[in-house]
């Protein structure tokens, strides 16, 4: 998979880096939304702009976020059907690399 081969090669070139990729993608949407301390939010920020597969999913989940917070004064939240379709056409445009 040349995803995987990209993430491994980034890993051992970068021997003690603390942050995994399922670290960060577990962090994301806290980095997205300015909730995790500066520290973190700049080791996530550095290894973003270096993967290619937490670029493509930082992207999918900042346009899924703006979407969010686009609803969020609303009284009716977006449907599940209607998530799960931006989420299919954002995989379509970005597709997740694991
Ligand atoms: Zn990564």
Not at 19 to 32: K, Q
Not at 35 to 57: F, K, N, Y
Request: proline share 7%; net charge positive.
């Amino acid at each position: 998979m040349a995803g995987a081969a990209i993430v491994n090669a980034g890993r051992a070139e970068r021997a003690g880096w603390p942050t995994a990729c399922a670290d960060v993608r577990e962090a994301l949407f806290a980095w997205l939304d300015r909730e995790v301390a500066a520290p973190v939010a700049e080791r996530i920020a550095r290894h973003v702009d270096q993967c290619d597969g937490c670029a493509a999913a930082a992207a999918r989940d900042r346009a899924l976020l703006a979407l969010v917070r686009g609803r969020a004064g609303a009284h009716d939240p977006a449907p599940p059907t209607l998530r799960a379709r931006i989420a299919r056409a954002l995989d379509a445009v970005a597709p997740p690399s694991d």
